[in-house]
């Protein structure tokens, strides 16, 4: 797939930084609906030296950011969303169905399926190769950047 946005792009989009910044590339962007984005999993990962030594595996945790990551692009993509936060409010009906090692390239999707205001649900899916490795509802929430109030 064609890189539609780079790291250096997304990082004009979200706030996030190395280490913290888990998308490498998005493939494709519907501004405000829709996006897939690409992470190239190493072993240089820092979570790596202590999950687990000798048996590395992606924290869960971390396939979930990396999908609100995703999604994040997706919503602030649209023009009147561009200078906001897109907060993680939530996660429904998240499950693990495989594992992300090293070498691996982890591929995330999120849709959007409503957005309300300053709310937003997507369900975001992760997946290595043809392997769904990870799936749940995302709540969003935009907040202006430098505010303390984010009305959540």
Same mark, same amino acid.
């Given at each position: 797939?064609?890189?539609? #946005?780079?790291?250096?792009?997304?990082?004009?989009?979200?706030?996030?930084?190395?280490?913290?910044?888990?998308?490498?590339?998005?493939?494709?962007?519907?501004?405000?609906?829709?996006?897939?984005?690409? !992470?190239?999993?190493?072993?240089?990962?820092?979570?790596?030296?202590?999950?687990?030594?000798?048996?590395?595996?992606?924290?869960?945790?971390?396939?979930?950011?990396?999908?609100?990551?995703?999604?994040?692009?997706?919503?602030?993509?649209?023009?009147?969303?561009?200078? !906001?936060?897109? #907060?993680?409010?939530?996660?429904?009906?998240?499950?693990?169905?495989?594992?992300?090692?090293?070498?691996?390239?982890?591929?995330?999707?999120?849709?959007?399926?409503?957005?309300?205001?300053?709310?937003?649900?997507? !369900?975001?899916?992760?997946?290595?190769?043809? !392997?769904?490795?990870?799936?749940?509802?995302?709540?969003?929430?935009?907040?202006?950047?430098?505010?303390?109030?984010?009305? #959540?």
């Amino acid at each position: 797939m064609e890189e539609i #946005l780079s790291a250096r792009d997304i990082q004009e989009i979200i706030p996030h930084r190395y280490p913290f910044l888990l998308v490498d590339r998005i493939l494709e962007v519907v501004s405000g609906q829709r996006a897939v984005g690409l !992470k190239n999993v190493t072993i240089n990962e820092p979570y790596f030296q202590g999950h687990f030594p000798g048996e590395p595996v992606m924290p869960g945790v971390f396939i979930v950011e990396a999908m609100a990551q995703v999604g994040a692009v997706a919503l602030l993509s649209r023009s009147e969303f561009q200078g !906001k936060l897109a #907060l993680f409010r939530g996660i429904d009906k998240c499950r693990f169905r495989g594992m992300v090692r090293p070498g691996d390239t982890l591929i995330m999707e999120v849709t959007f399926t409503a957005l309300k205001g300053v709310v937003g649900r997507g !369900k975001g899916q992760a997946h290595v190769g043809d !392997k769904l490795v990870a799936s749940g509802e995302l709540i969003f929430a935009l907040a202006d950047r430098g505010t303390q109030d984010t009305a #959540l």
